[in-house]
C-alpha cells in the first residue's frame, strides 16, 4: 500500500497506466513463443499453442495444446492434420484451427474433435496465407487471404455461410495487412497495398483516404481494430501511428515513434469512460504504448510475448509470466494518487488513523463530512476496491468504505454487499488452479451465467456449485445445469458399468428441478453407451422426453410400452406411425395385436385417415361386426354410383350375418331395398329421392299428390298405421288439401284418434275443418278439441256429460264474464248440482 503507485506510468495529463502480475506460468515451454501457433480466448480465456512443425518427417507431430491463463496444462494431442495457418477461439470457448487447404478443424476446451468445416474450393485450390478469426453480434467469423489474393468470409461459423469478396485492383503480391471491420451490422474488410487502402465489401472495393493522414505517413505495416470494434490504429514503415474510429470518418489523434520495423503486434488498450485511449505495440524486446498525442511508455520485454485485447485493457503473457496493463480506473486515481484530496481518499486515511487509534481519523472524517461528501467518499472506496487484484487492497478499501457507512444515515447497502459478493466469486476463479484472471468489468459484461457455463466447461463442478449456493442462485439457473452438465460428462468414462454409472448419477442428482435425464441418457448414446442410456431414461419422469430418445435408439417396443403408461394419445400416435414406418406391414400389425390400447387408437386414426388399413385390421382379426360397419360407412363415404353403394351394402349384409348380428342385416337390407325403390321413383319423377329417409320419401311423395306410390311404400316396408296416418295428416295438411283429408278420416277408423286432427288443422289456422273433427274425437279428449277450435259452448256440454270438474275449471279460465254468461252459468249450475250429489 506505501508504494501502491510505484508501478503508475502516466500517459498524457490525466491517464495512468500499470501492469499487475497475474500469474508466473506453470508451463515448461521448451520453445519460444515465436516458434508456436498462438490463440488465447478473451476474457481470461484459455491458451492454444501448436508448435510450428518445420521438420520434414512424416513421423515428426508437433502436439496441440490447451493450458489455462495461468499455464496449468488442460488437454494435449499430436497434430496429425494439414499444415495450420492461423488458431483463434469461438465465442463459446471452442478452438478453430484453420488449415492450409481451407479446412476449420473444431475442438473442445479439451481437445475433443468437434467438426470440420471448409471455406470453399477456391481457398481448397489456391491455399491460405493468411487468416483471422474475429468476434461480431453474429457470432463468431472466419476470414480468409488466398494465395490468389482474394478473400473470402465467412460472419458465423455456426451458420456457415461464405463470401468472396472482390479483388483489390493491381495486386500483385499480398497486402501489407489488413482488418475485420464491423460498420453498420455488416463485416467488412480493410486492405493495405503500400500506401493505398481499400474497403472491400461484399460487391465492391472502394479506395479509402484516412481523415487527417499525414501525407509523410508512408506505407502501412499494421493495423489493429479495438476490441469493441469501434477503434482502429495503423502503423507505417516512418514509425507514423494513426488513430481513428473504425468507420473512418473520424480522428482521434496520431503520433511518431523511433521504431520504423513493423511490430509484432499491435493492439489497443481502451477502456469504458478512457481518459486516454492508446495503442500497445509489442516488438522483439520491447513493448510500446503509444497515446493519441506524442506520449509513450516503453517497457522492456525480457522474453518473447503476446498480446491479447480484452474489454478493458491487454494481457501480456510469455513463457514465465503473465501480466495485465489497462489504465488506472479514475476512482483508483482519486483513492491512491499522491497527495490526493478526494473524499475516497481522505477517508481511508480516516480508516488506517481509526485503527491505530489515533485522534486524526475524526479529523478526517469531519472534513468530508463538512463538505456533504462522504456518500461519494463510501462510493470511491467500493468502485476502486472493485478494480483491484489484489485482495489485501481489496479488504482495506472495502474497510473503509464499511467505517464510512457506519456516519451516514439509510446508506443503502446493496452495493456494497455486492461488490463484496462479487469480489469473493473474483478472487476464486483468478486462482492459480483455475486460472481465469477475469477483471471486474469483464465479470460484469459476461454475467455470471456464463462465467459458471465456462467453469462447468472446464468440469470445475465443485468451484461452481459453490458459486451457486454462495450466489443463492435458482436451482434451475445454475446447480441443476451444473449437474446436469457433469452427469453428461461422467457417461462418458468407461471405467465403470452401466448400471453402476446410472445408479451414481441417480444419486447424485435425485430428483434435483431443472435436471432432465433424457439430456444425459442422449450423451451417454452419442458416447456409444446405448444400455446406459436406457438405464438413464428409467429416471426421466416425462414421457415426453423419454419416447423420442427411445425412438432415436431404435427400442421402438419399450418406447410405445412408455408412451401407452403415460396415456398421452398424441405420444401413442407418433410411436405408432414410426412403427408403421420402421416395420414391414405383416410385422407392424403383429405388434399392434400385442398392445391393445395401441390398435385401438390406430384403428381411430384409420377411420380418419387409412380406410383401406383399416379393412385390413379387420380382416385379420376376423372382426365381422366392425367389418360390416365398415362396409356400411363406405357406401355413404364414397362418391360411388348406386349398384357401387349397394353393393357395398350387400357386403355389409354378408358380414353381418356372419357376426350373427341379424338385427343389423335386416336393417341393412331394407336400406338395400329403400335405395333401390328411391330410384325407380327418381327415374320415374326425375326429382331427387335418393338418400332421404323412408318417413322423408313417404311425406314427399303425399306431398306431391303421388298417394299410391305411399301407400305402396307404406305396404312394402311395413310402416306402423299410426306413424303412416301422422305422415299422411301431415303433409295433407301442409299441402292444403283439406277435401282429401277428410276422405282419408272417413276410409277407416284412424288409429291415432281424431285430436290429431283438430291440432292439424289448427296448426295451419283452418278452424272450419277442425270443428269437423271436434266432435268424432274420443270423449276424454273432446274438451280439449273443442278448446281448440274455441267452441266453449259445446266445450261446457262435453264438461257437463263427464261430469268432469277439472275439465269445466278450466273451461271457466276461458270464460269472460260478458261474451260466455250463458256458458259460465251452465257450468256453474253443473259443478252445484255434483256438490249436492
Not at 447497502?413 to 459478493?421: A, G, H, I, L
Request: net charge neutral.
Amino acid at each position: 500500500m506505501d508504494c501502491y503507485t510505484a508501478n503508475w506510468d502516466p500517459l498524457g495529463e490525466a491517464a495512468y497506466y500499470r501492469k499487475l502480475d497475474l500469474y508466473t506460468m506453470g508451463w515448461n515451454l521448451r520453445e519460444d513463443l515465436r516458434d508456436c501457433l498462438v490463440a488465447a480466448a478473451p476474457y481470461g480465456g484459455p491458451i492454444a499453442l501448436l508448435k510450428n512443425k518445420k521438420e520434414k518427417s512424416p513421423s515428426s507431430r508437433p502436439p496441440l495444446e490447451i493450458y489455462t491463463a495461468s499455464g496449468v496444462l488442460l488437454a494435449s494431442i499430436p497434430w496429425k492434420n494439414c499444415p495450420a495457418v492461423h488458431l483463434g477461439w469461438t465465442t463459446s470457448e471452442d478452438l478453430l484451427c484453420i488449415q492450409e487447404d481451407g479446412s476449420v478443424l473444431v475442438y473442445s476446451l479439451f481437445c475433443e474433435f468437434k467438426r470440420r468445416f471448409s471455406m470453399g474450393n477456391e481457398v481448397l485450390q489456391n491455399h491460405v496465407l493468411e487468416a483471422k478469426v474475429f468476434h461480431t453480434e453474429y457470432g463468431t467469423g472466419v476470414a480468409i487471404l488466398t494465395g490468389a489474393h482474394r478473400f473470402t468470409i465467412a460472419t458465423n461459423v455456426e451458420d456457415l455461410k461464405l463470401r468472396r469478396l472482390p479483388q483489390v485492383p493491381g495486386v500483385q503480391k499480398p497486402p501489407s495487412c489488413w482488418a475485420v471491420l464491423c460498420q453498420e451490422r455488416v463485416t467488412v474488410l480493410l486492405v493495405a497495398v503500400g500506401q493505398e487502402l481499400y474497403l472491400l465489401d461484399n460487391t465492391t472495393c472502394s479506395p479509402v483516404t484516412l481523415p487527417g493522414l499525414s501525407p509523410h505517413a508512408g506505407s502501412f505495416l499494421r493495423m489493429a481494430v479495438s476490441f469493441n470494434y469501434r477503434f482502429l490504429a495503423l502503423f507505417t514503415d516512418t514509425g507514423y501511428i494513426w488513430m481513428g474510429k473504425s468507420n473512418l470518418k473520424e480522428k482521434l489523434g496520431e503520433s511518431m515513434c523511433e521504431f520504423r520495423a513493423p511490430p509484432k503486434q499491435m493492439v489497443w488498450c481502451t477502456r469504458s469512460r478512457s481518459k486516454q485511449r492508446a495503442v500497445v505495440m509489442a516488438w522483439e524486446r520491447r513493448l510500446l504504448v503509444a497515446g493519441d498525442a506524442e506520449q509513450y511508455i516503453q517497457y522492456p520485454l525480457d522474453e518473447d510475448s503476446y498480446l491479447v485485447p480484452e474489454l478493458d485493457g491487454v494481457r501480456i503473457f510469455s513463457r514465465s509470466t503473465h501480466e495485465f496493463l489497462h489504465e488506472i480506473p479514475e476512482a483508483s486515481q482519486e483513492v491512491f494518487k499522491i497527495a490526493s484530496m478526494a473524499p475516497g481518499a481522505l477517508l481511508l486515511e480516516a480508516q488506517k488513523e481509526y485503527e491505530k487509534e489515533s485522534q486524526k481519523a475524526d479529523e478526517y472524517l469531519r472534513e468530508i463530512k463538512d463538505q456533504n461528501l462522504l456518500p461519494e467518499a463510501v462510493e470511491q472506496c467500493i468502485r476502486a476496491a472493485s478494480y483491484e487484484h489484489d485482495p489485501e487492497i481489496q479488504k482495506s478499501l472495502l474497510r473503509a468504505a464499511s467505517f464510512g457507512k457506519c456516519f451516514i444515515d439509510k446508506f443503502p447497502p446493496e452495493r456494497f454487499v455486492e461488490t463484496c459478493r462479487d469480489l469473493r466469486v473474483l478472487n476464486a476463479i483468478r486462482d492459480y488452479q483455475i486460472g481465469i484472471p477475469l477483471s471486474f468489468d469483464q465479470y460484469t459484461q459476461v454475467t455470471t451465467e456464463v462465467l459458471l457455463d465456462r467453469l462447468v466447461l472446464r468440469r470445475l463442478y465443485p468451484i461452481a456449485i459453490k458459486i451457486c449456493e454462495y450466489l443463492r442462485l435458482s436451482e434451475f439457473q445454475g446447480i441443476s445445469r451444473i449437474l446436469a452438465h457433469w452427469a453428461c460428462y461422467k457417461v462418458q468414462q468407461k471405467d465403470k458399468s452401466d448400471e453402476e454409472v446410472a445408479q451414481a448419477i441417480n444419486q447424485k442428482l435425485g430428483d434435483t428441478p431443472g435436471i432432465s435425464y433424457s439430456e444425459i441418457a442422449a450423451r451417454a448414446y452419442e458416447c456409444g453407451r446405448t444400455e446406459l442410456a436406457i438405464k438413464l431414461l428409467e429416471y426421466e419422469p416425462r414421457s415426453g422426453k423419454q419416447v423420442p430418445l427411445l425412438l432415436k435408439m431404435k427400442r421402438s417396443q419399450l418406447a410405445l410400452s412408455k408412451a401407452i403408461e403415460s396415456g398421452d394419445t398424441d405420444l401413442v400416435y407418433t410411436v405408432v406411425l414410426h412403427l408403421k414406418n420402421e416395420l414391414n406391414r405383416g410385422a407392424f400389425f403383429m405388434t399392434l395385436q400385442n398392445q391393445p390400447v395401441a390398435l385401438s387408437l390406430y384403428r381411430q386414426f384409420c377411420k380418419y385417415q387409412e380406410l383401406d388399413t383399416l379393412k385390413d385390421l379387420y380382416n385379420q382379426d376376423d372382426d365381422h361386426q366392425e367389418l360390416g360397419n365398415f362396409h356400411v360407412r363406405a357406401s355413404y363415404a364414397s362418391d360411388k354410383q348406386i349398384d357401387g353403394r349397394v353393393a357395398s351394402l350387400q357386403n355389409a349384409v354378408d358380414e353381418y350375418y356372419k357376426a350373427k348380428n341379424e338385427f343389423a342385416a335386416k336393417a341393412t337390407e331394407d336400406q338395400i331395398k329403400l335405395l333401390r325403390s328411391q330410384r325407380r321413383l327418381q327415374a320415374d319423377f326425375n326429382k331427387p329421392y335418393l338418400d332421404e329417409s323412408l318417413h322423408d320419401t313417404v311425406y314427399n311423395l303425399i306431398l306431391e299428390g303421388n298417394h299410391k306410390r305411399a301407400e305402396q311404400f307404406y305396404r312394402d316396408f311395413k310402416i306402423p298405421d299410426k306413424r303412416f296416418w301422422w305422415l299422411k295428416i301431415s303433409a295433407l295438411a301442409e299441402q292444403g288439401d283439406w277435401e282429401e283429408l277428410e276422405k282419408f278420416s272417413k276410409s277407416k277408423k284412424s288409429p291415432i284418434g281424431y285430436l290429431p286432427f283438430v291440432e292439424i288443422s289448427m296448426k295451419h289456422h283452418n278452424r272450419h275443418e277442425a270443428k269437423k273433427y271436434a266432435p268424432r274425437v274420443a270423449p276424454e279428449q273432446r274438451v280439449k278439441a273443442f278448446l281448440l277450435v274455441g267452441d266453449l259452448s259445446q266445450a261446457s256440454d262435453a264438461a257437463i256429460e263427464r261430469k268432469n270438474e277439472a275439465e269445466m275449471n278450466l273451461i271457466l279460465s276461458k270464460c269472460t264474464a260478458a261474451a260466455d254468461a250463458s256458458v259460465v252459468a251452465k257450468i256453474n249450475l253443473a259443478k252445484a248440482q255434483l256438490g249436492k250429489k
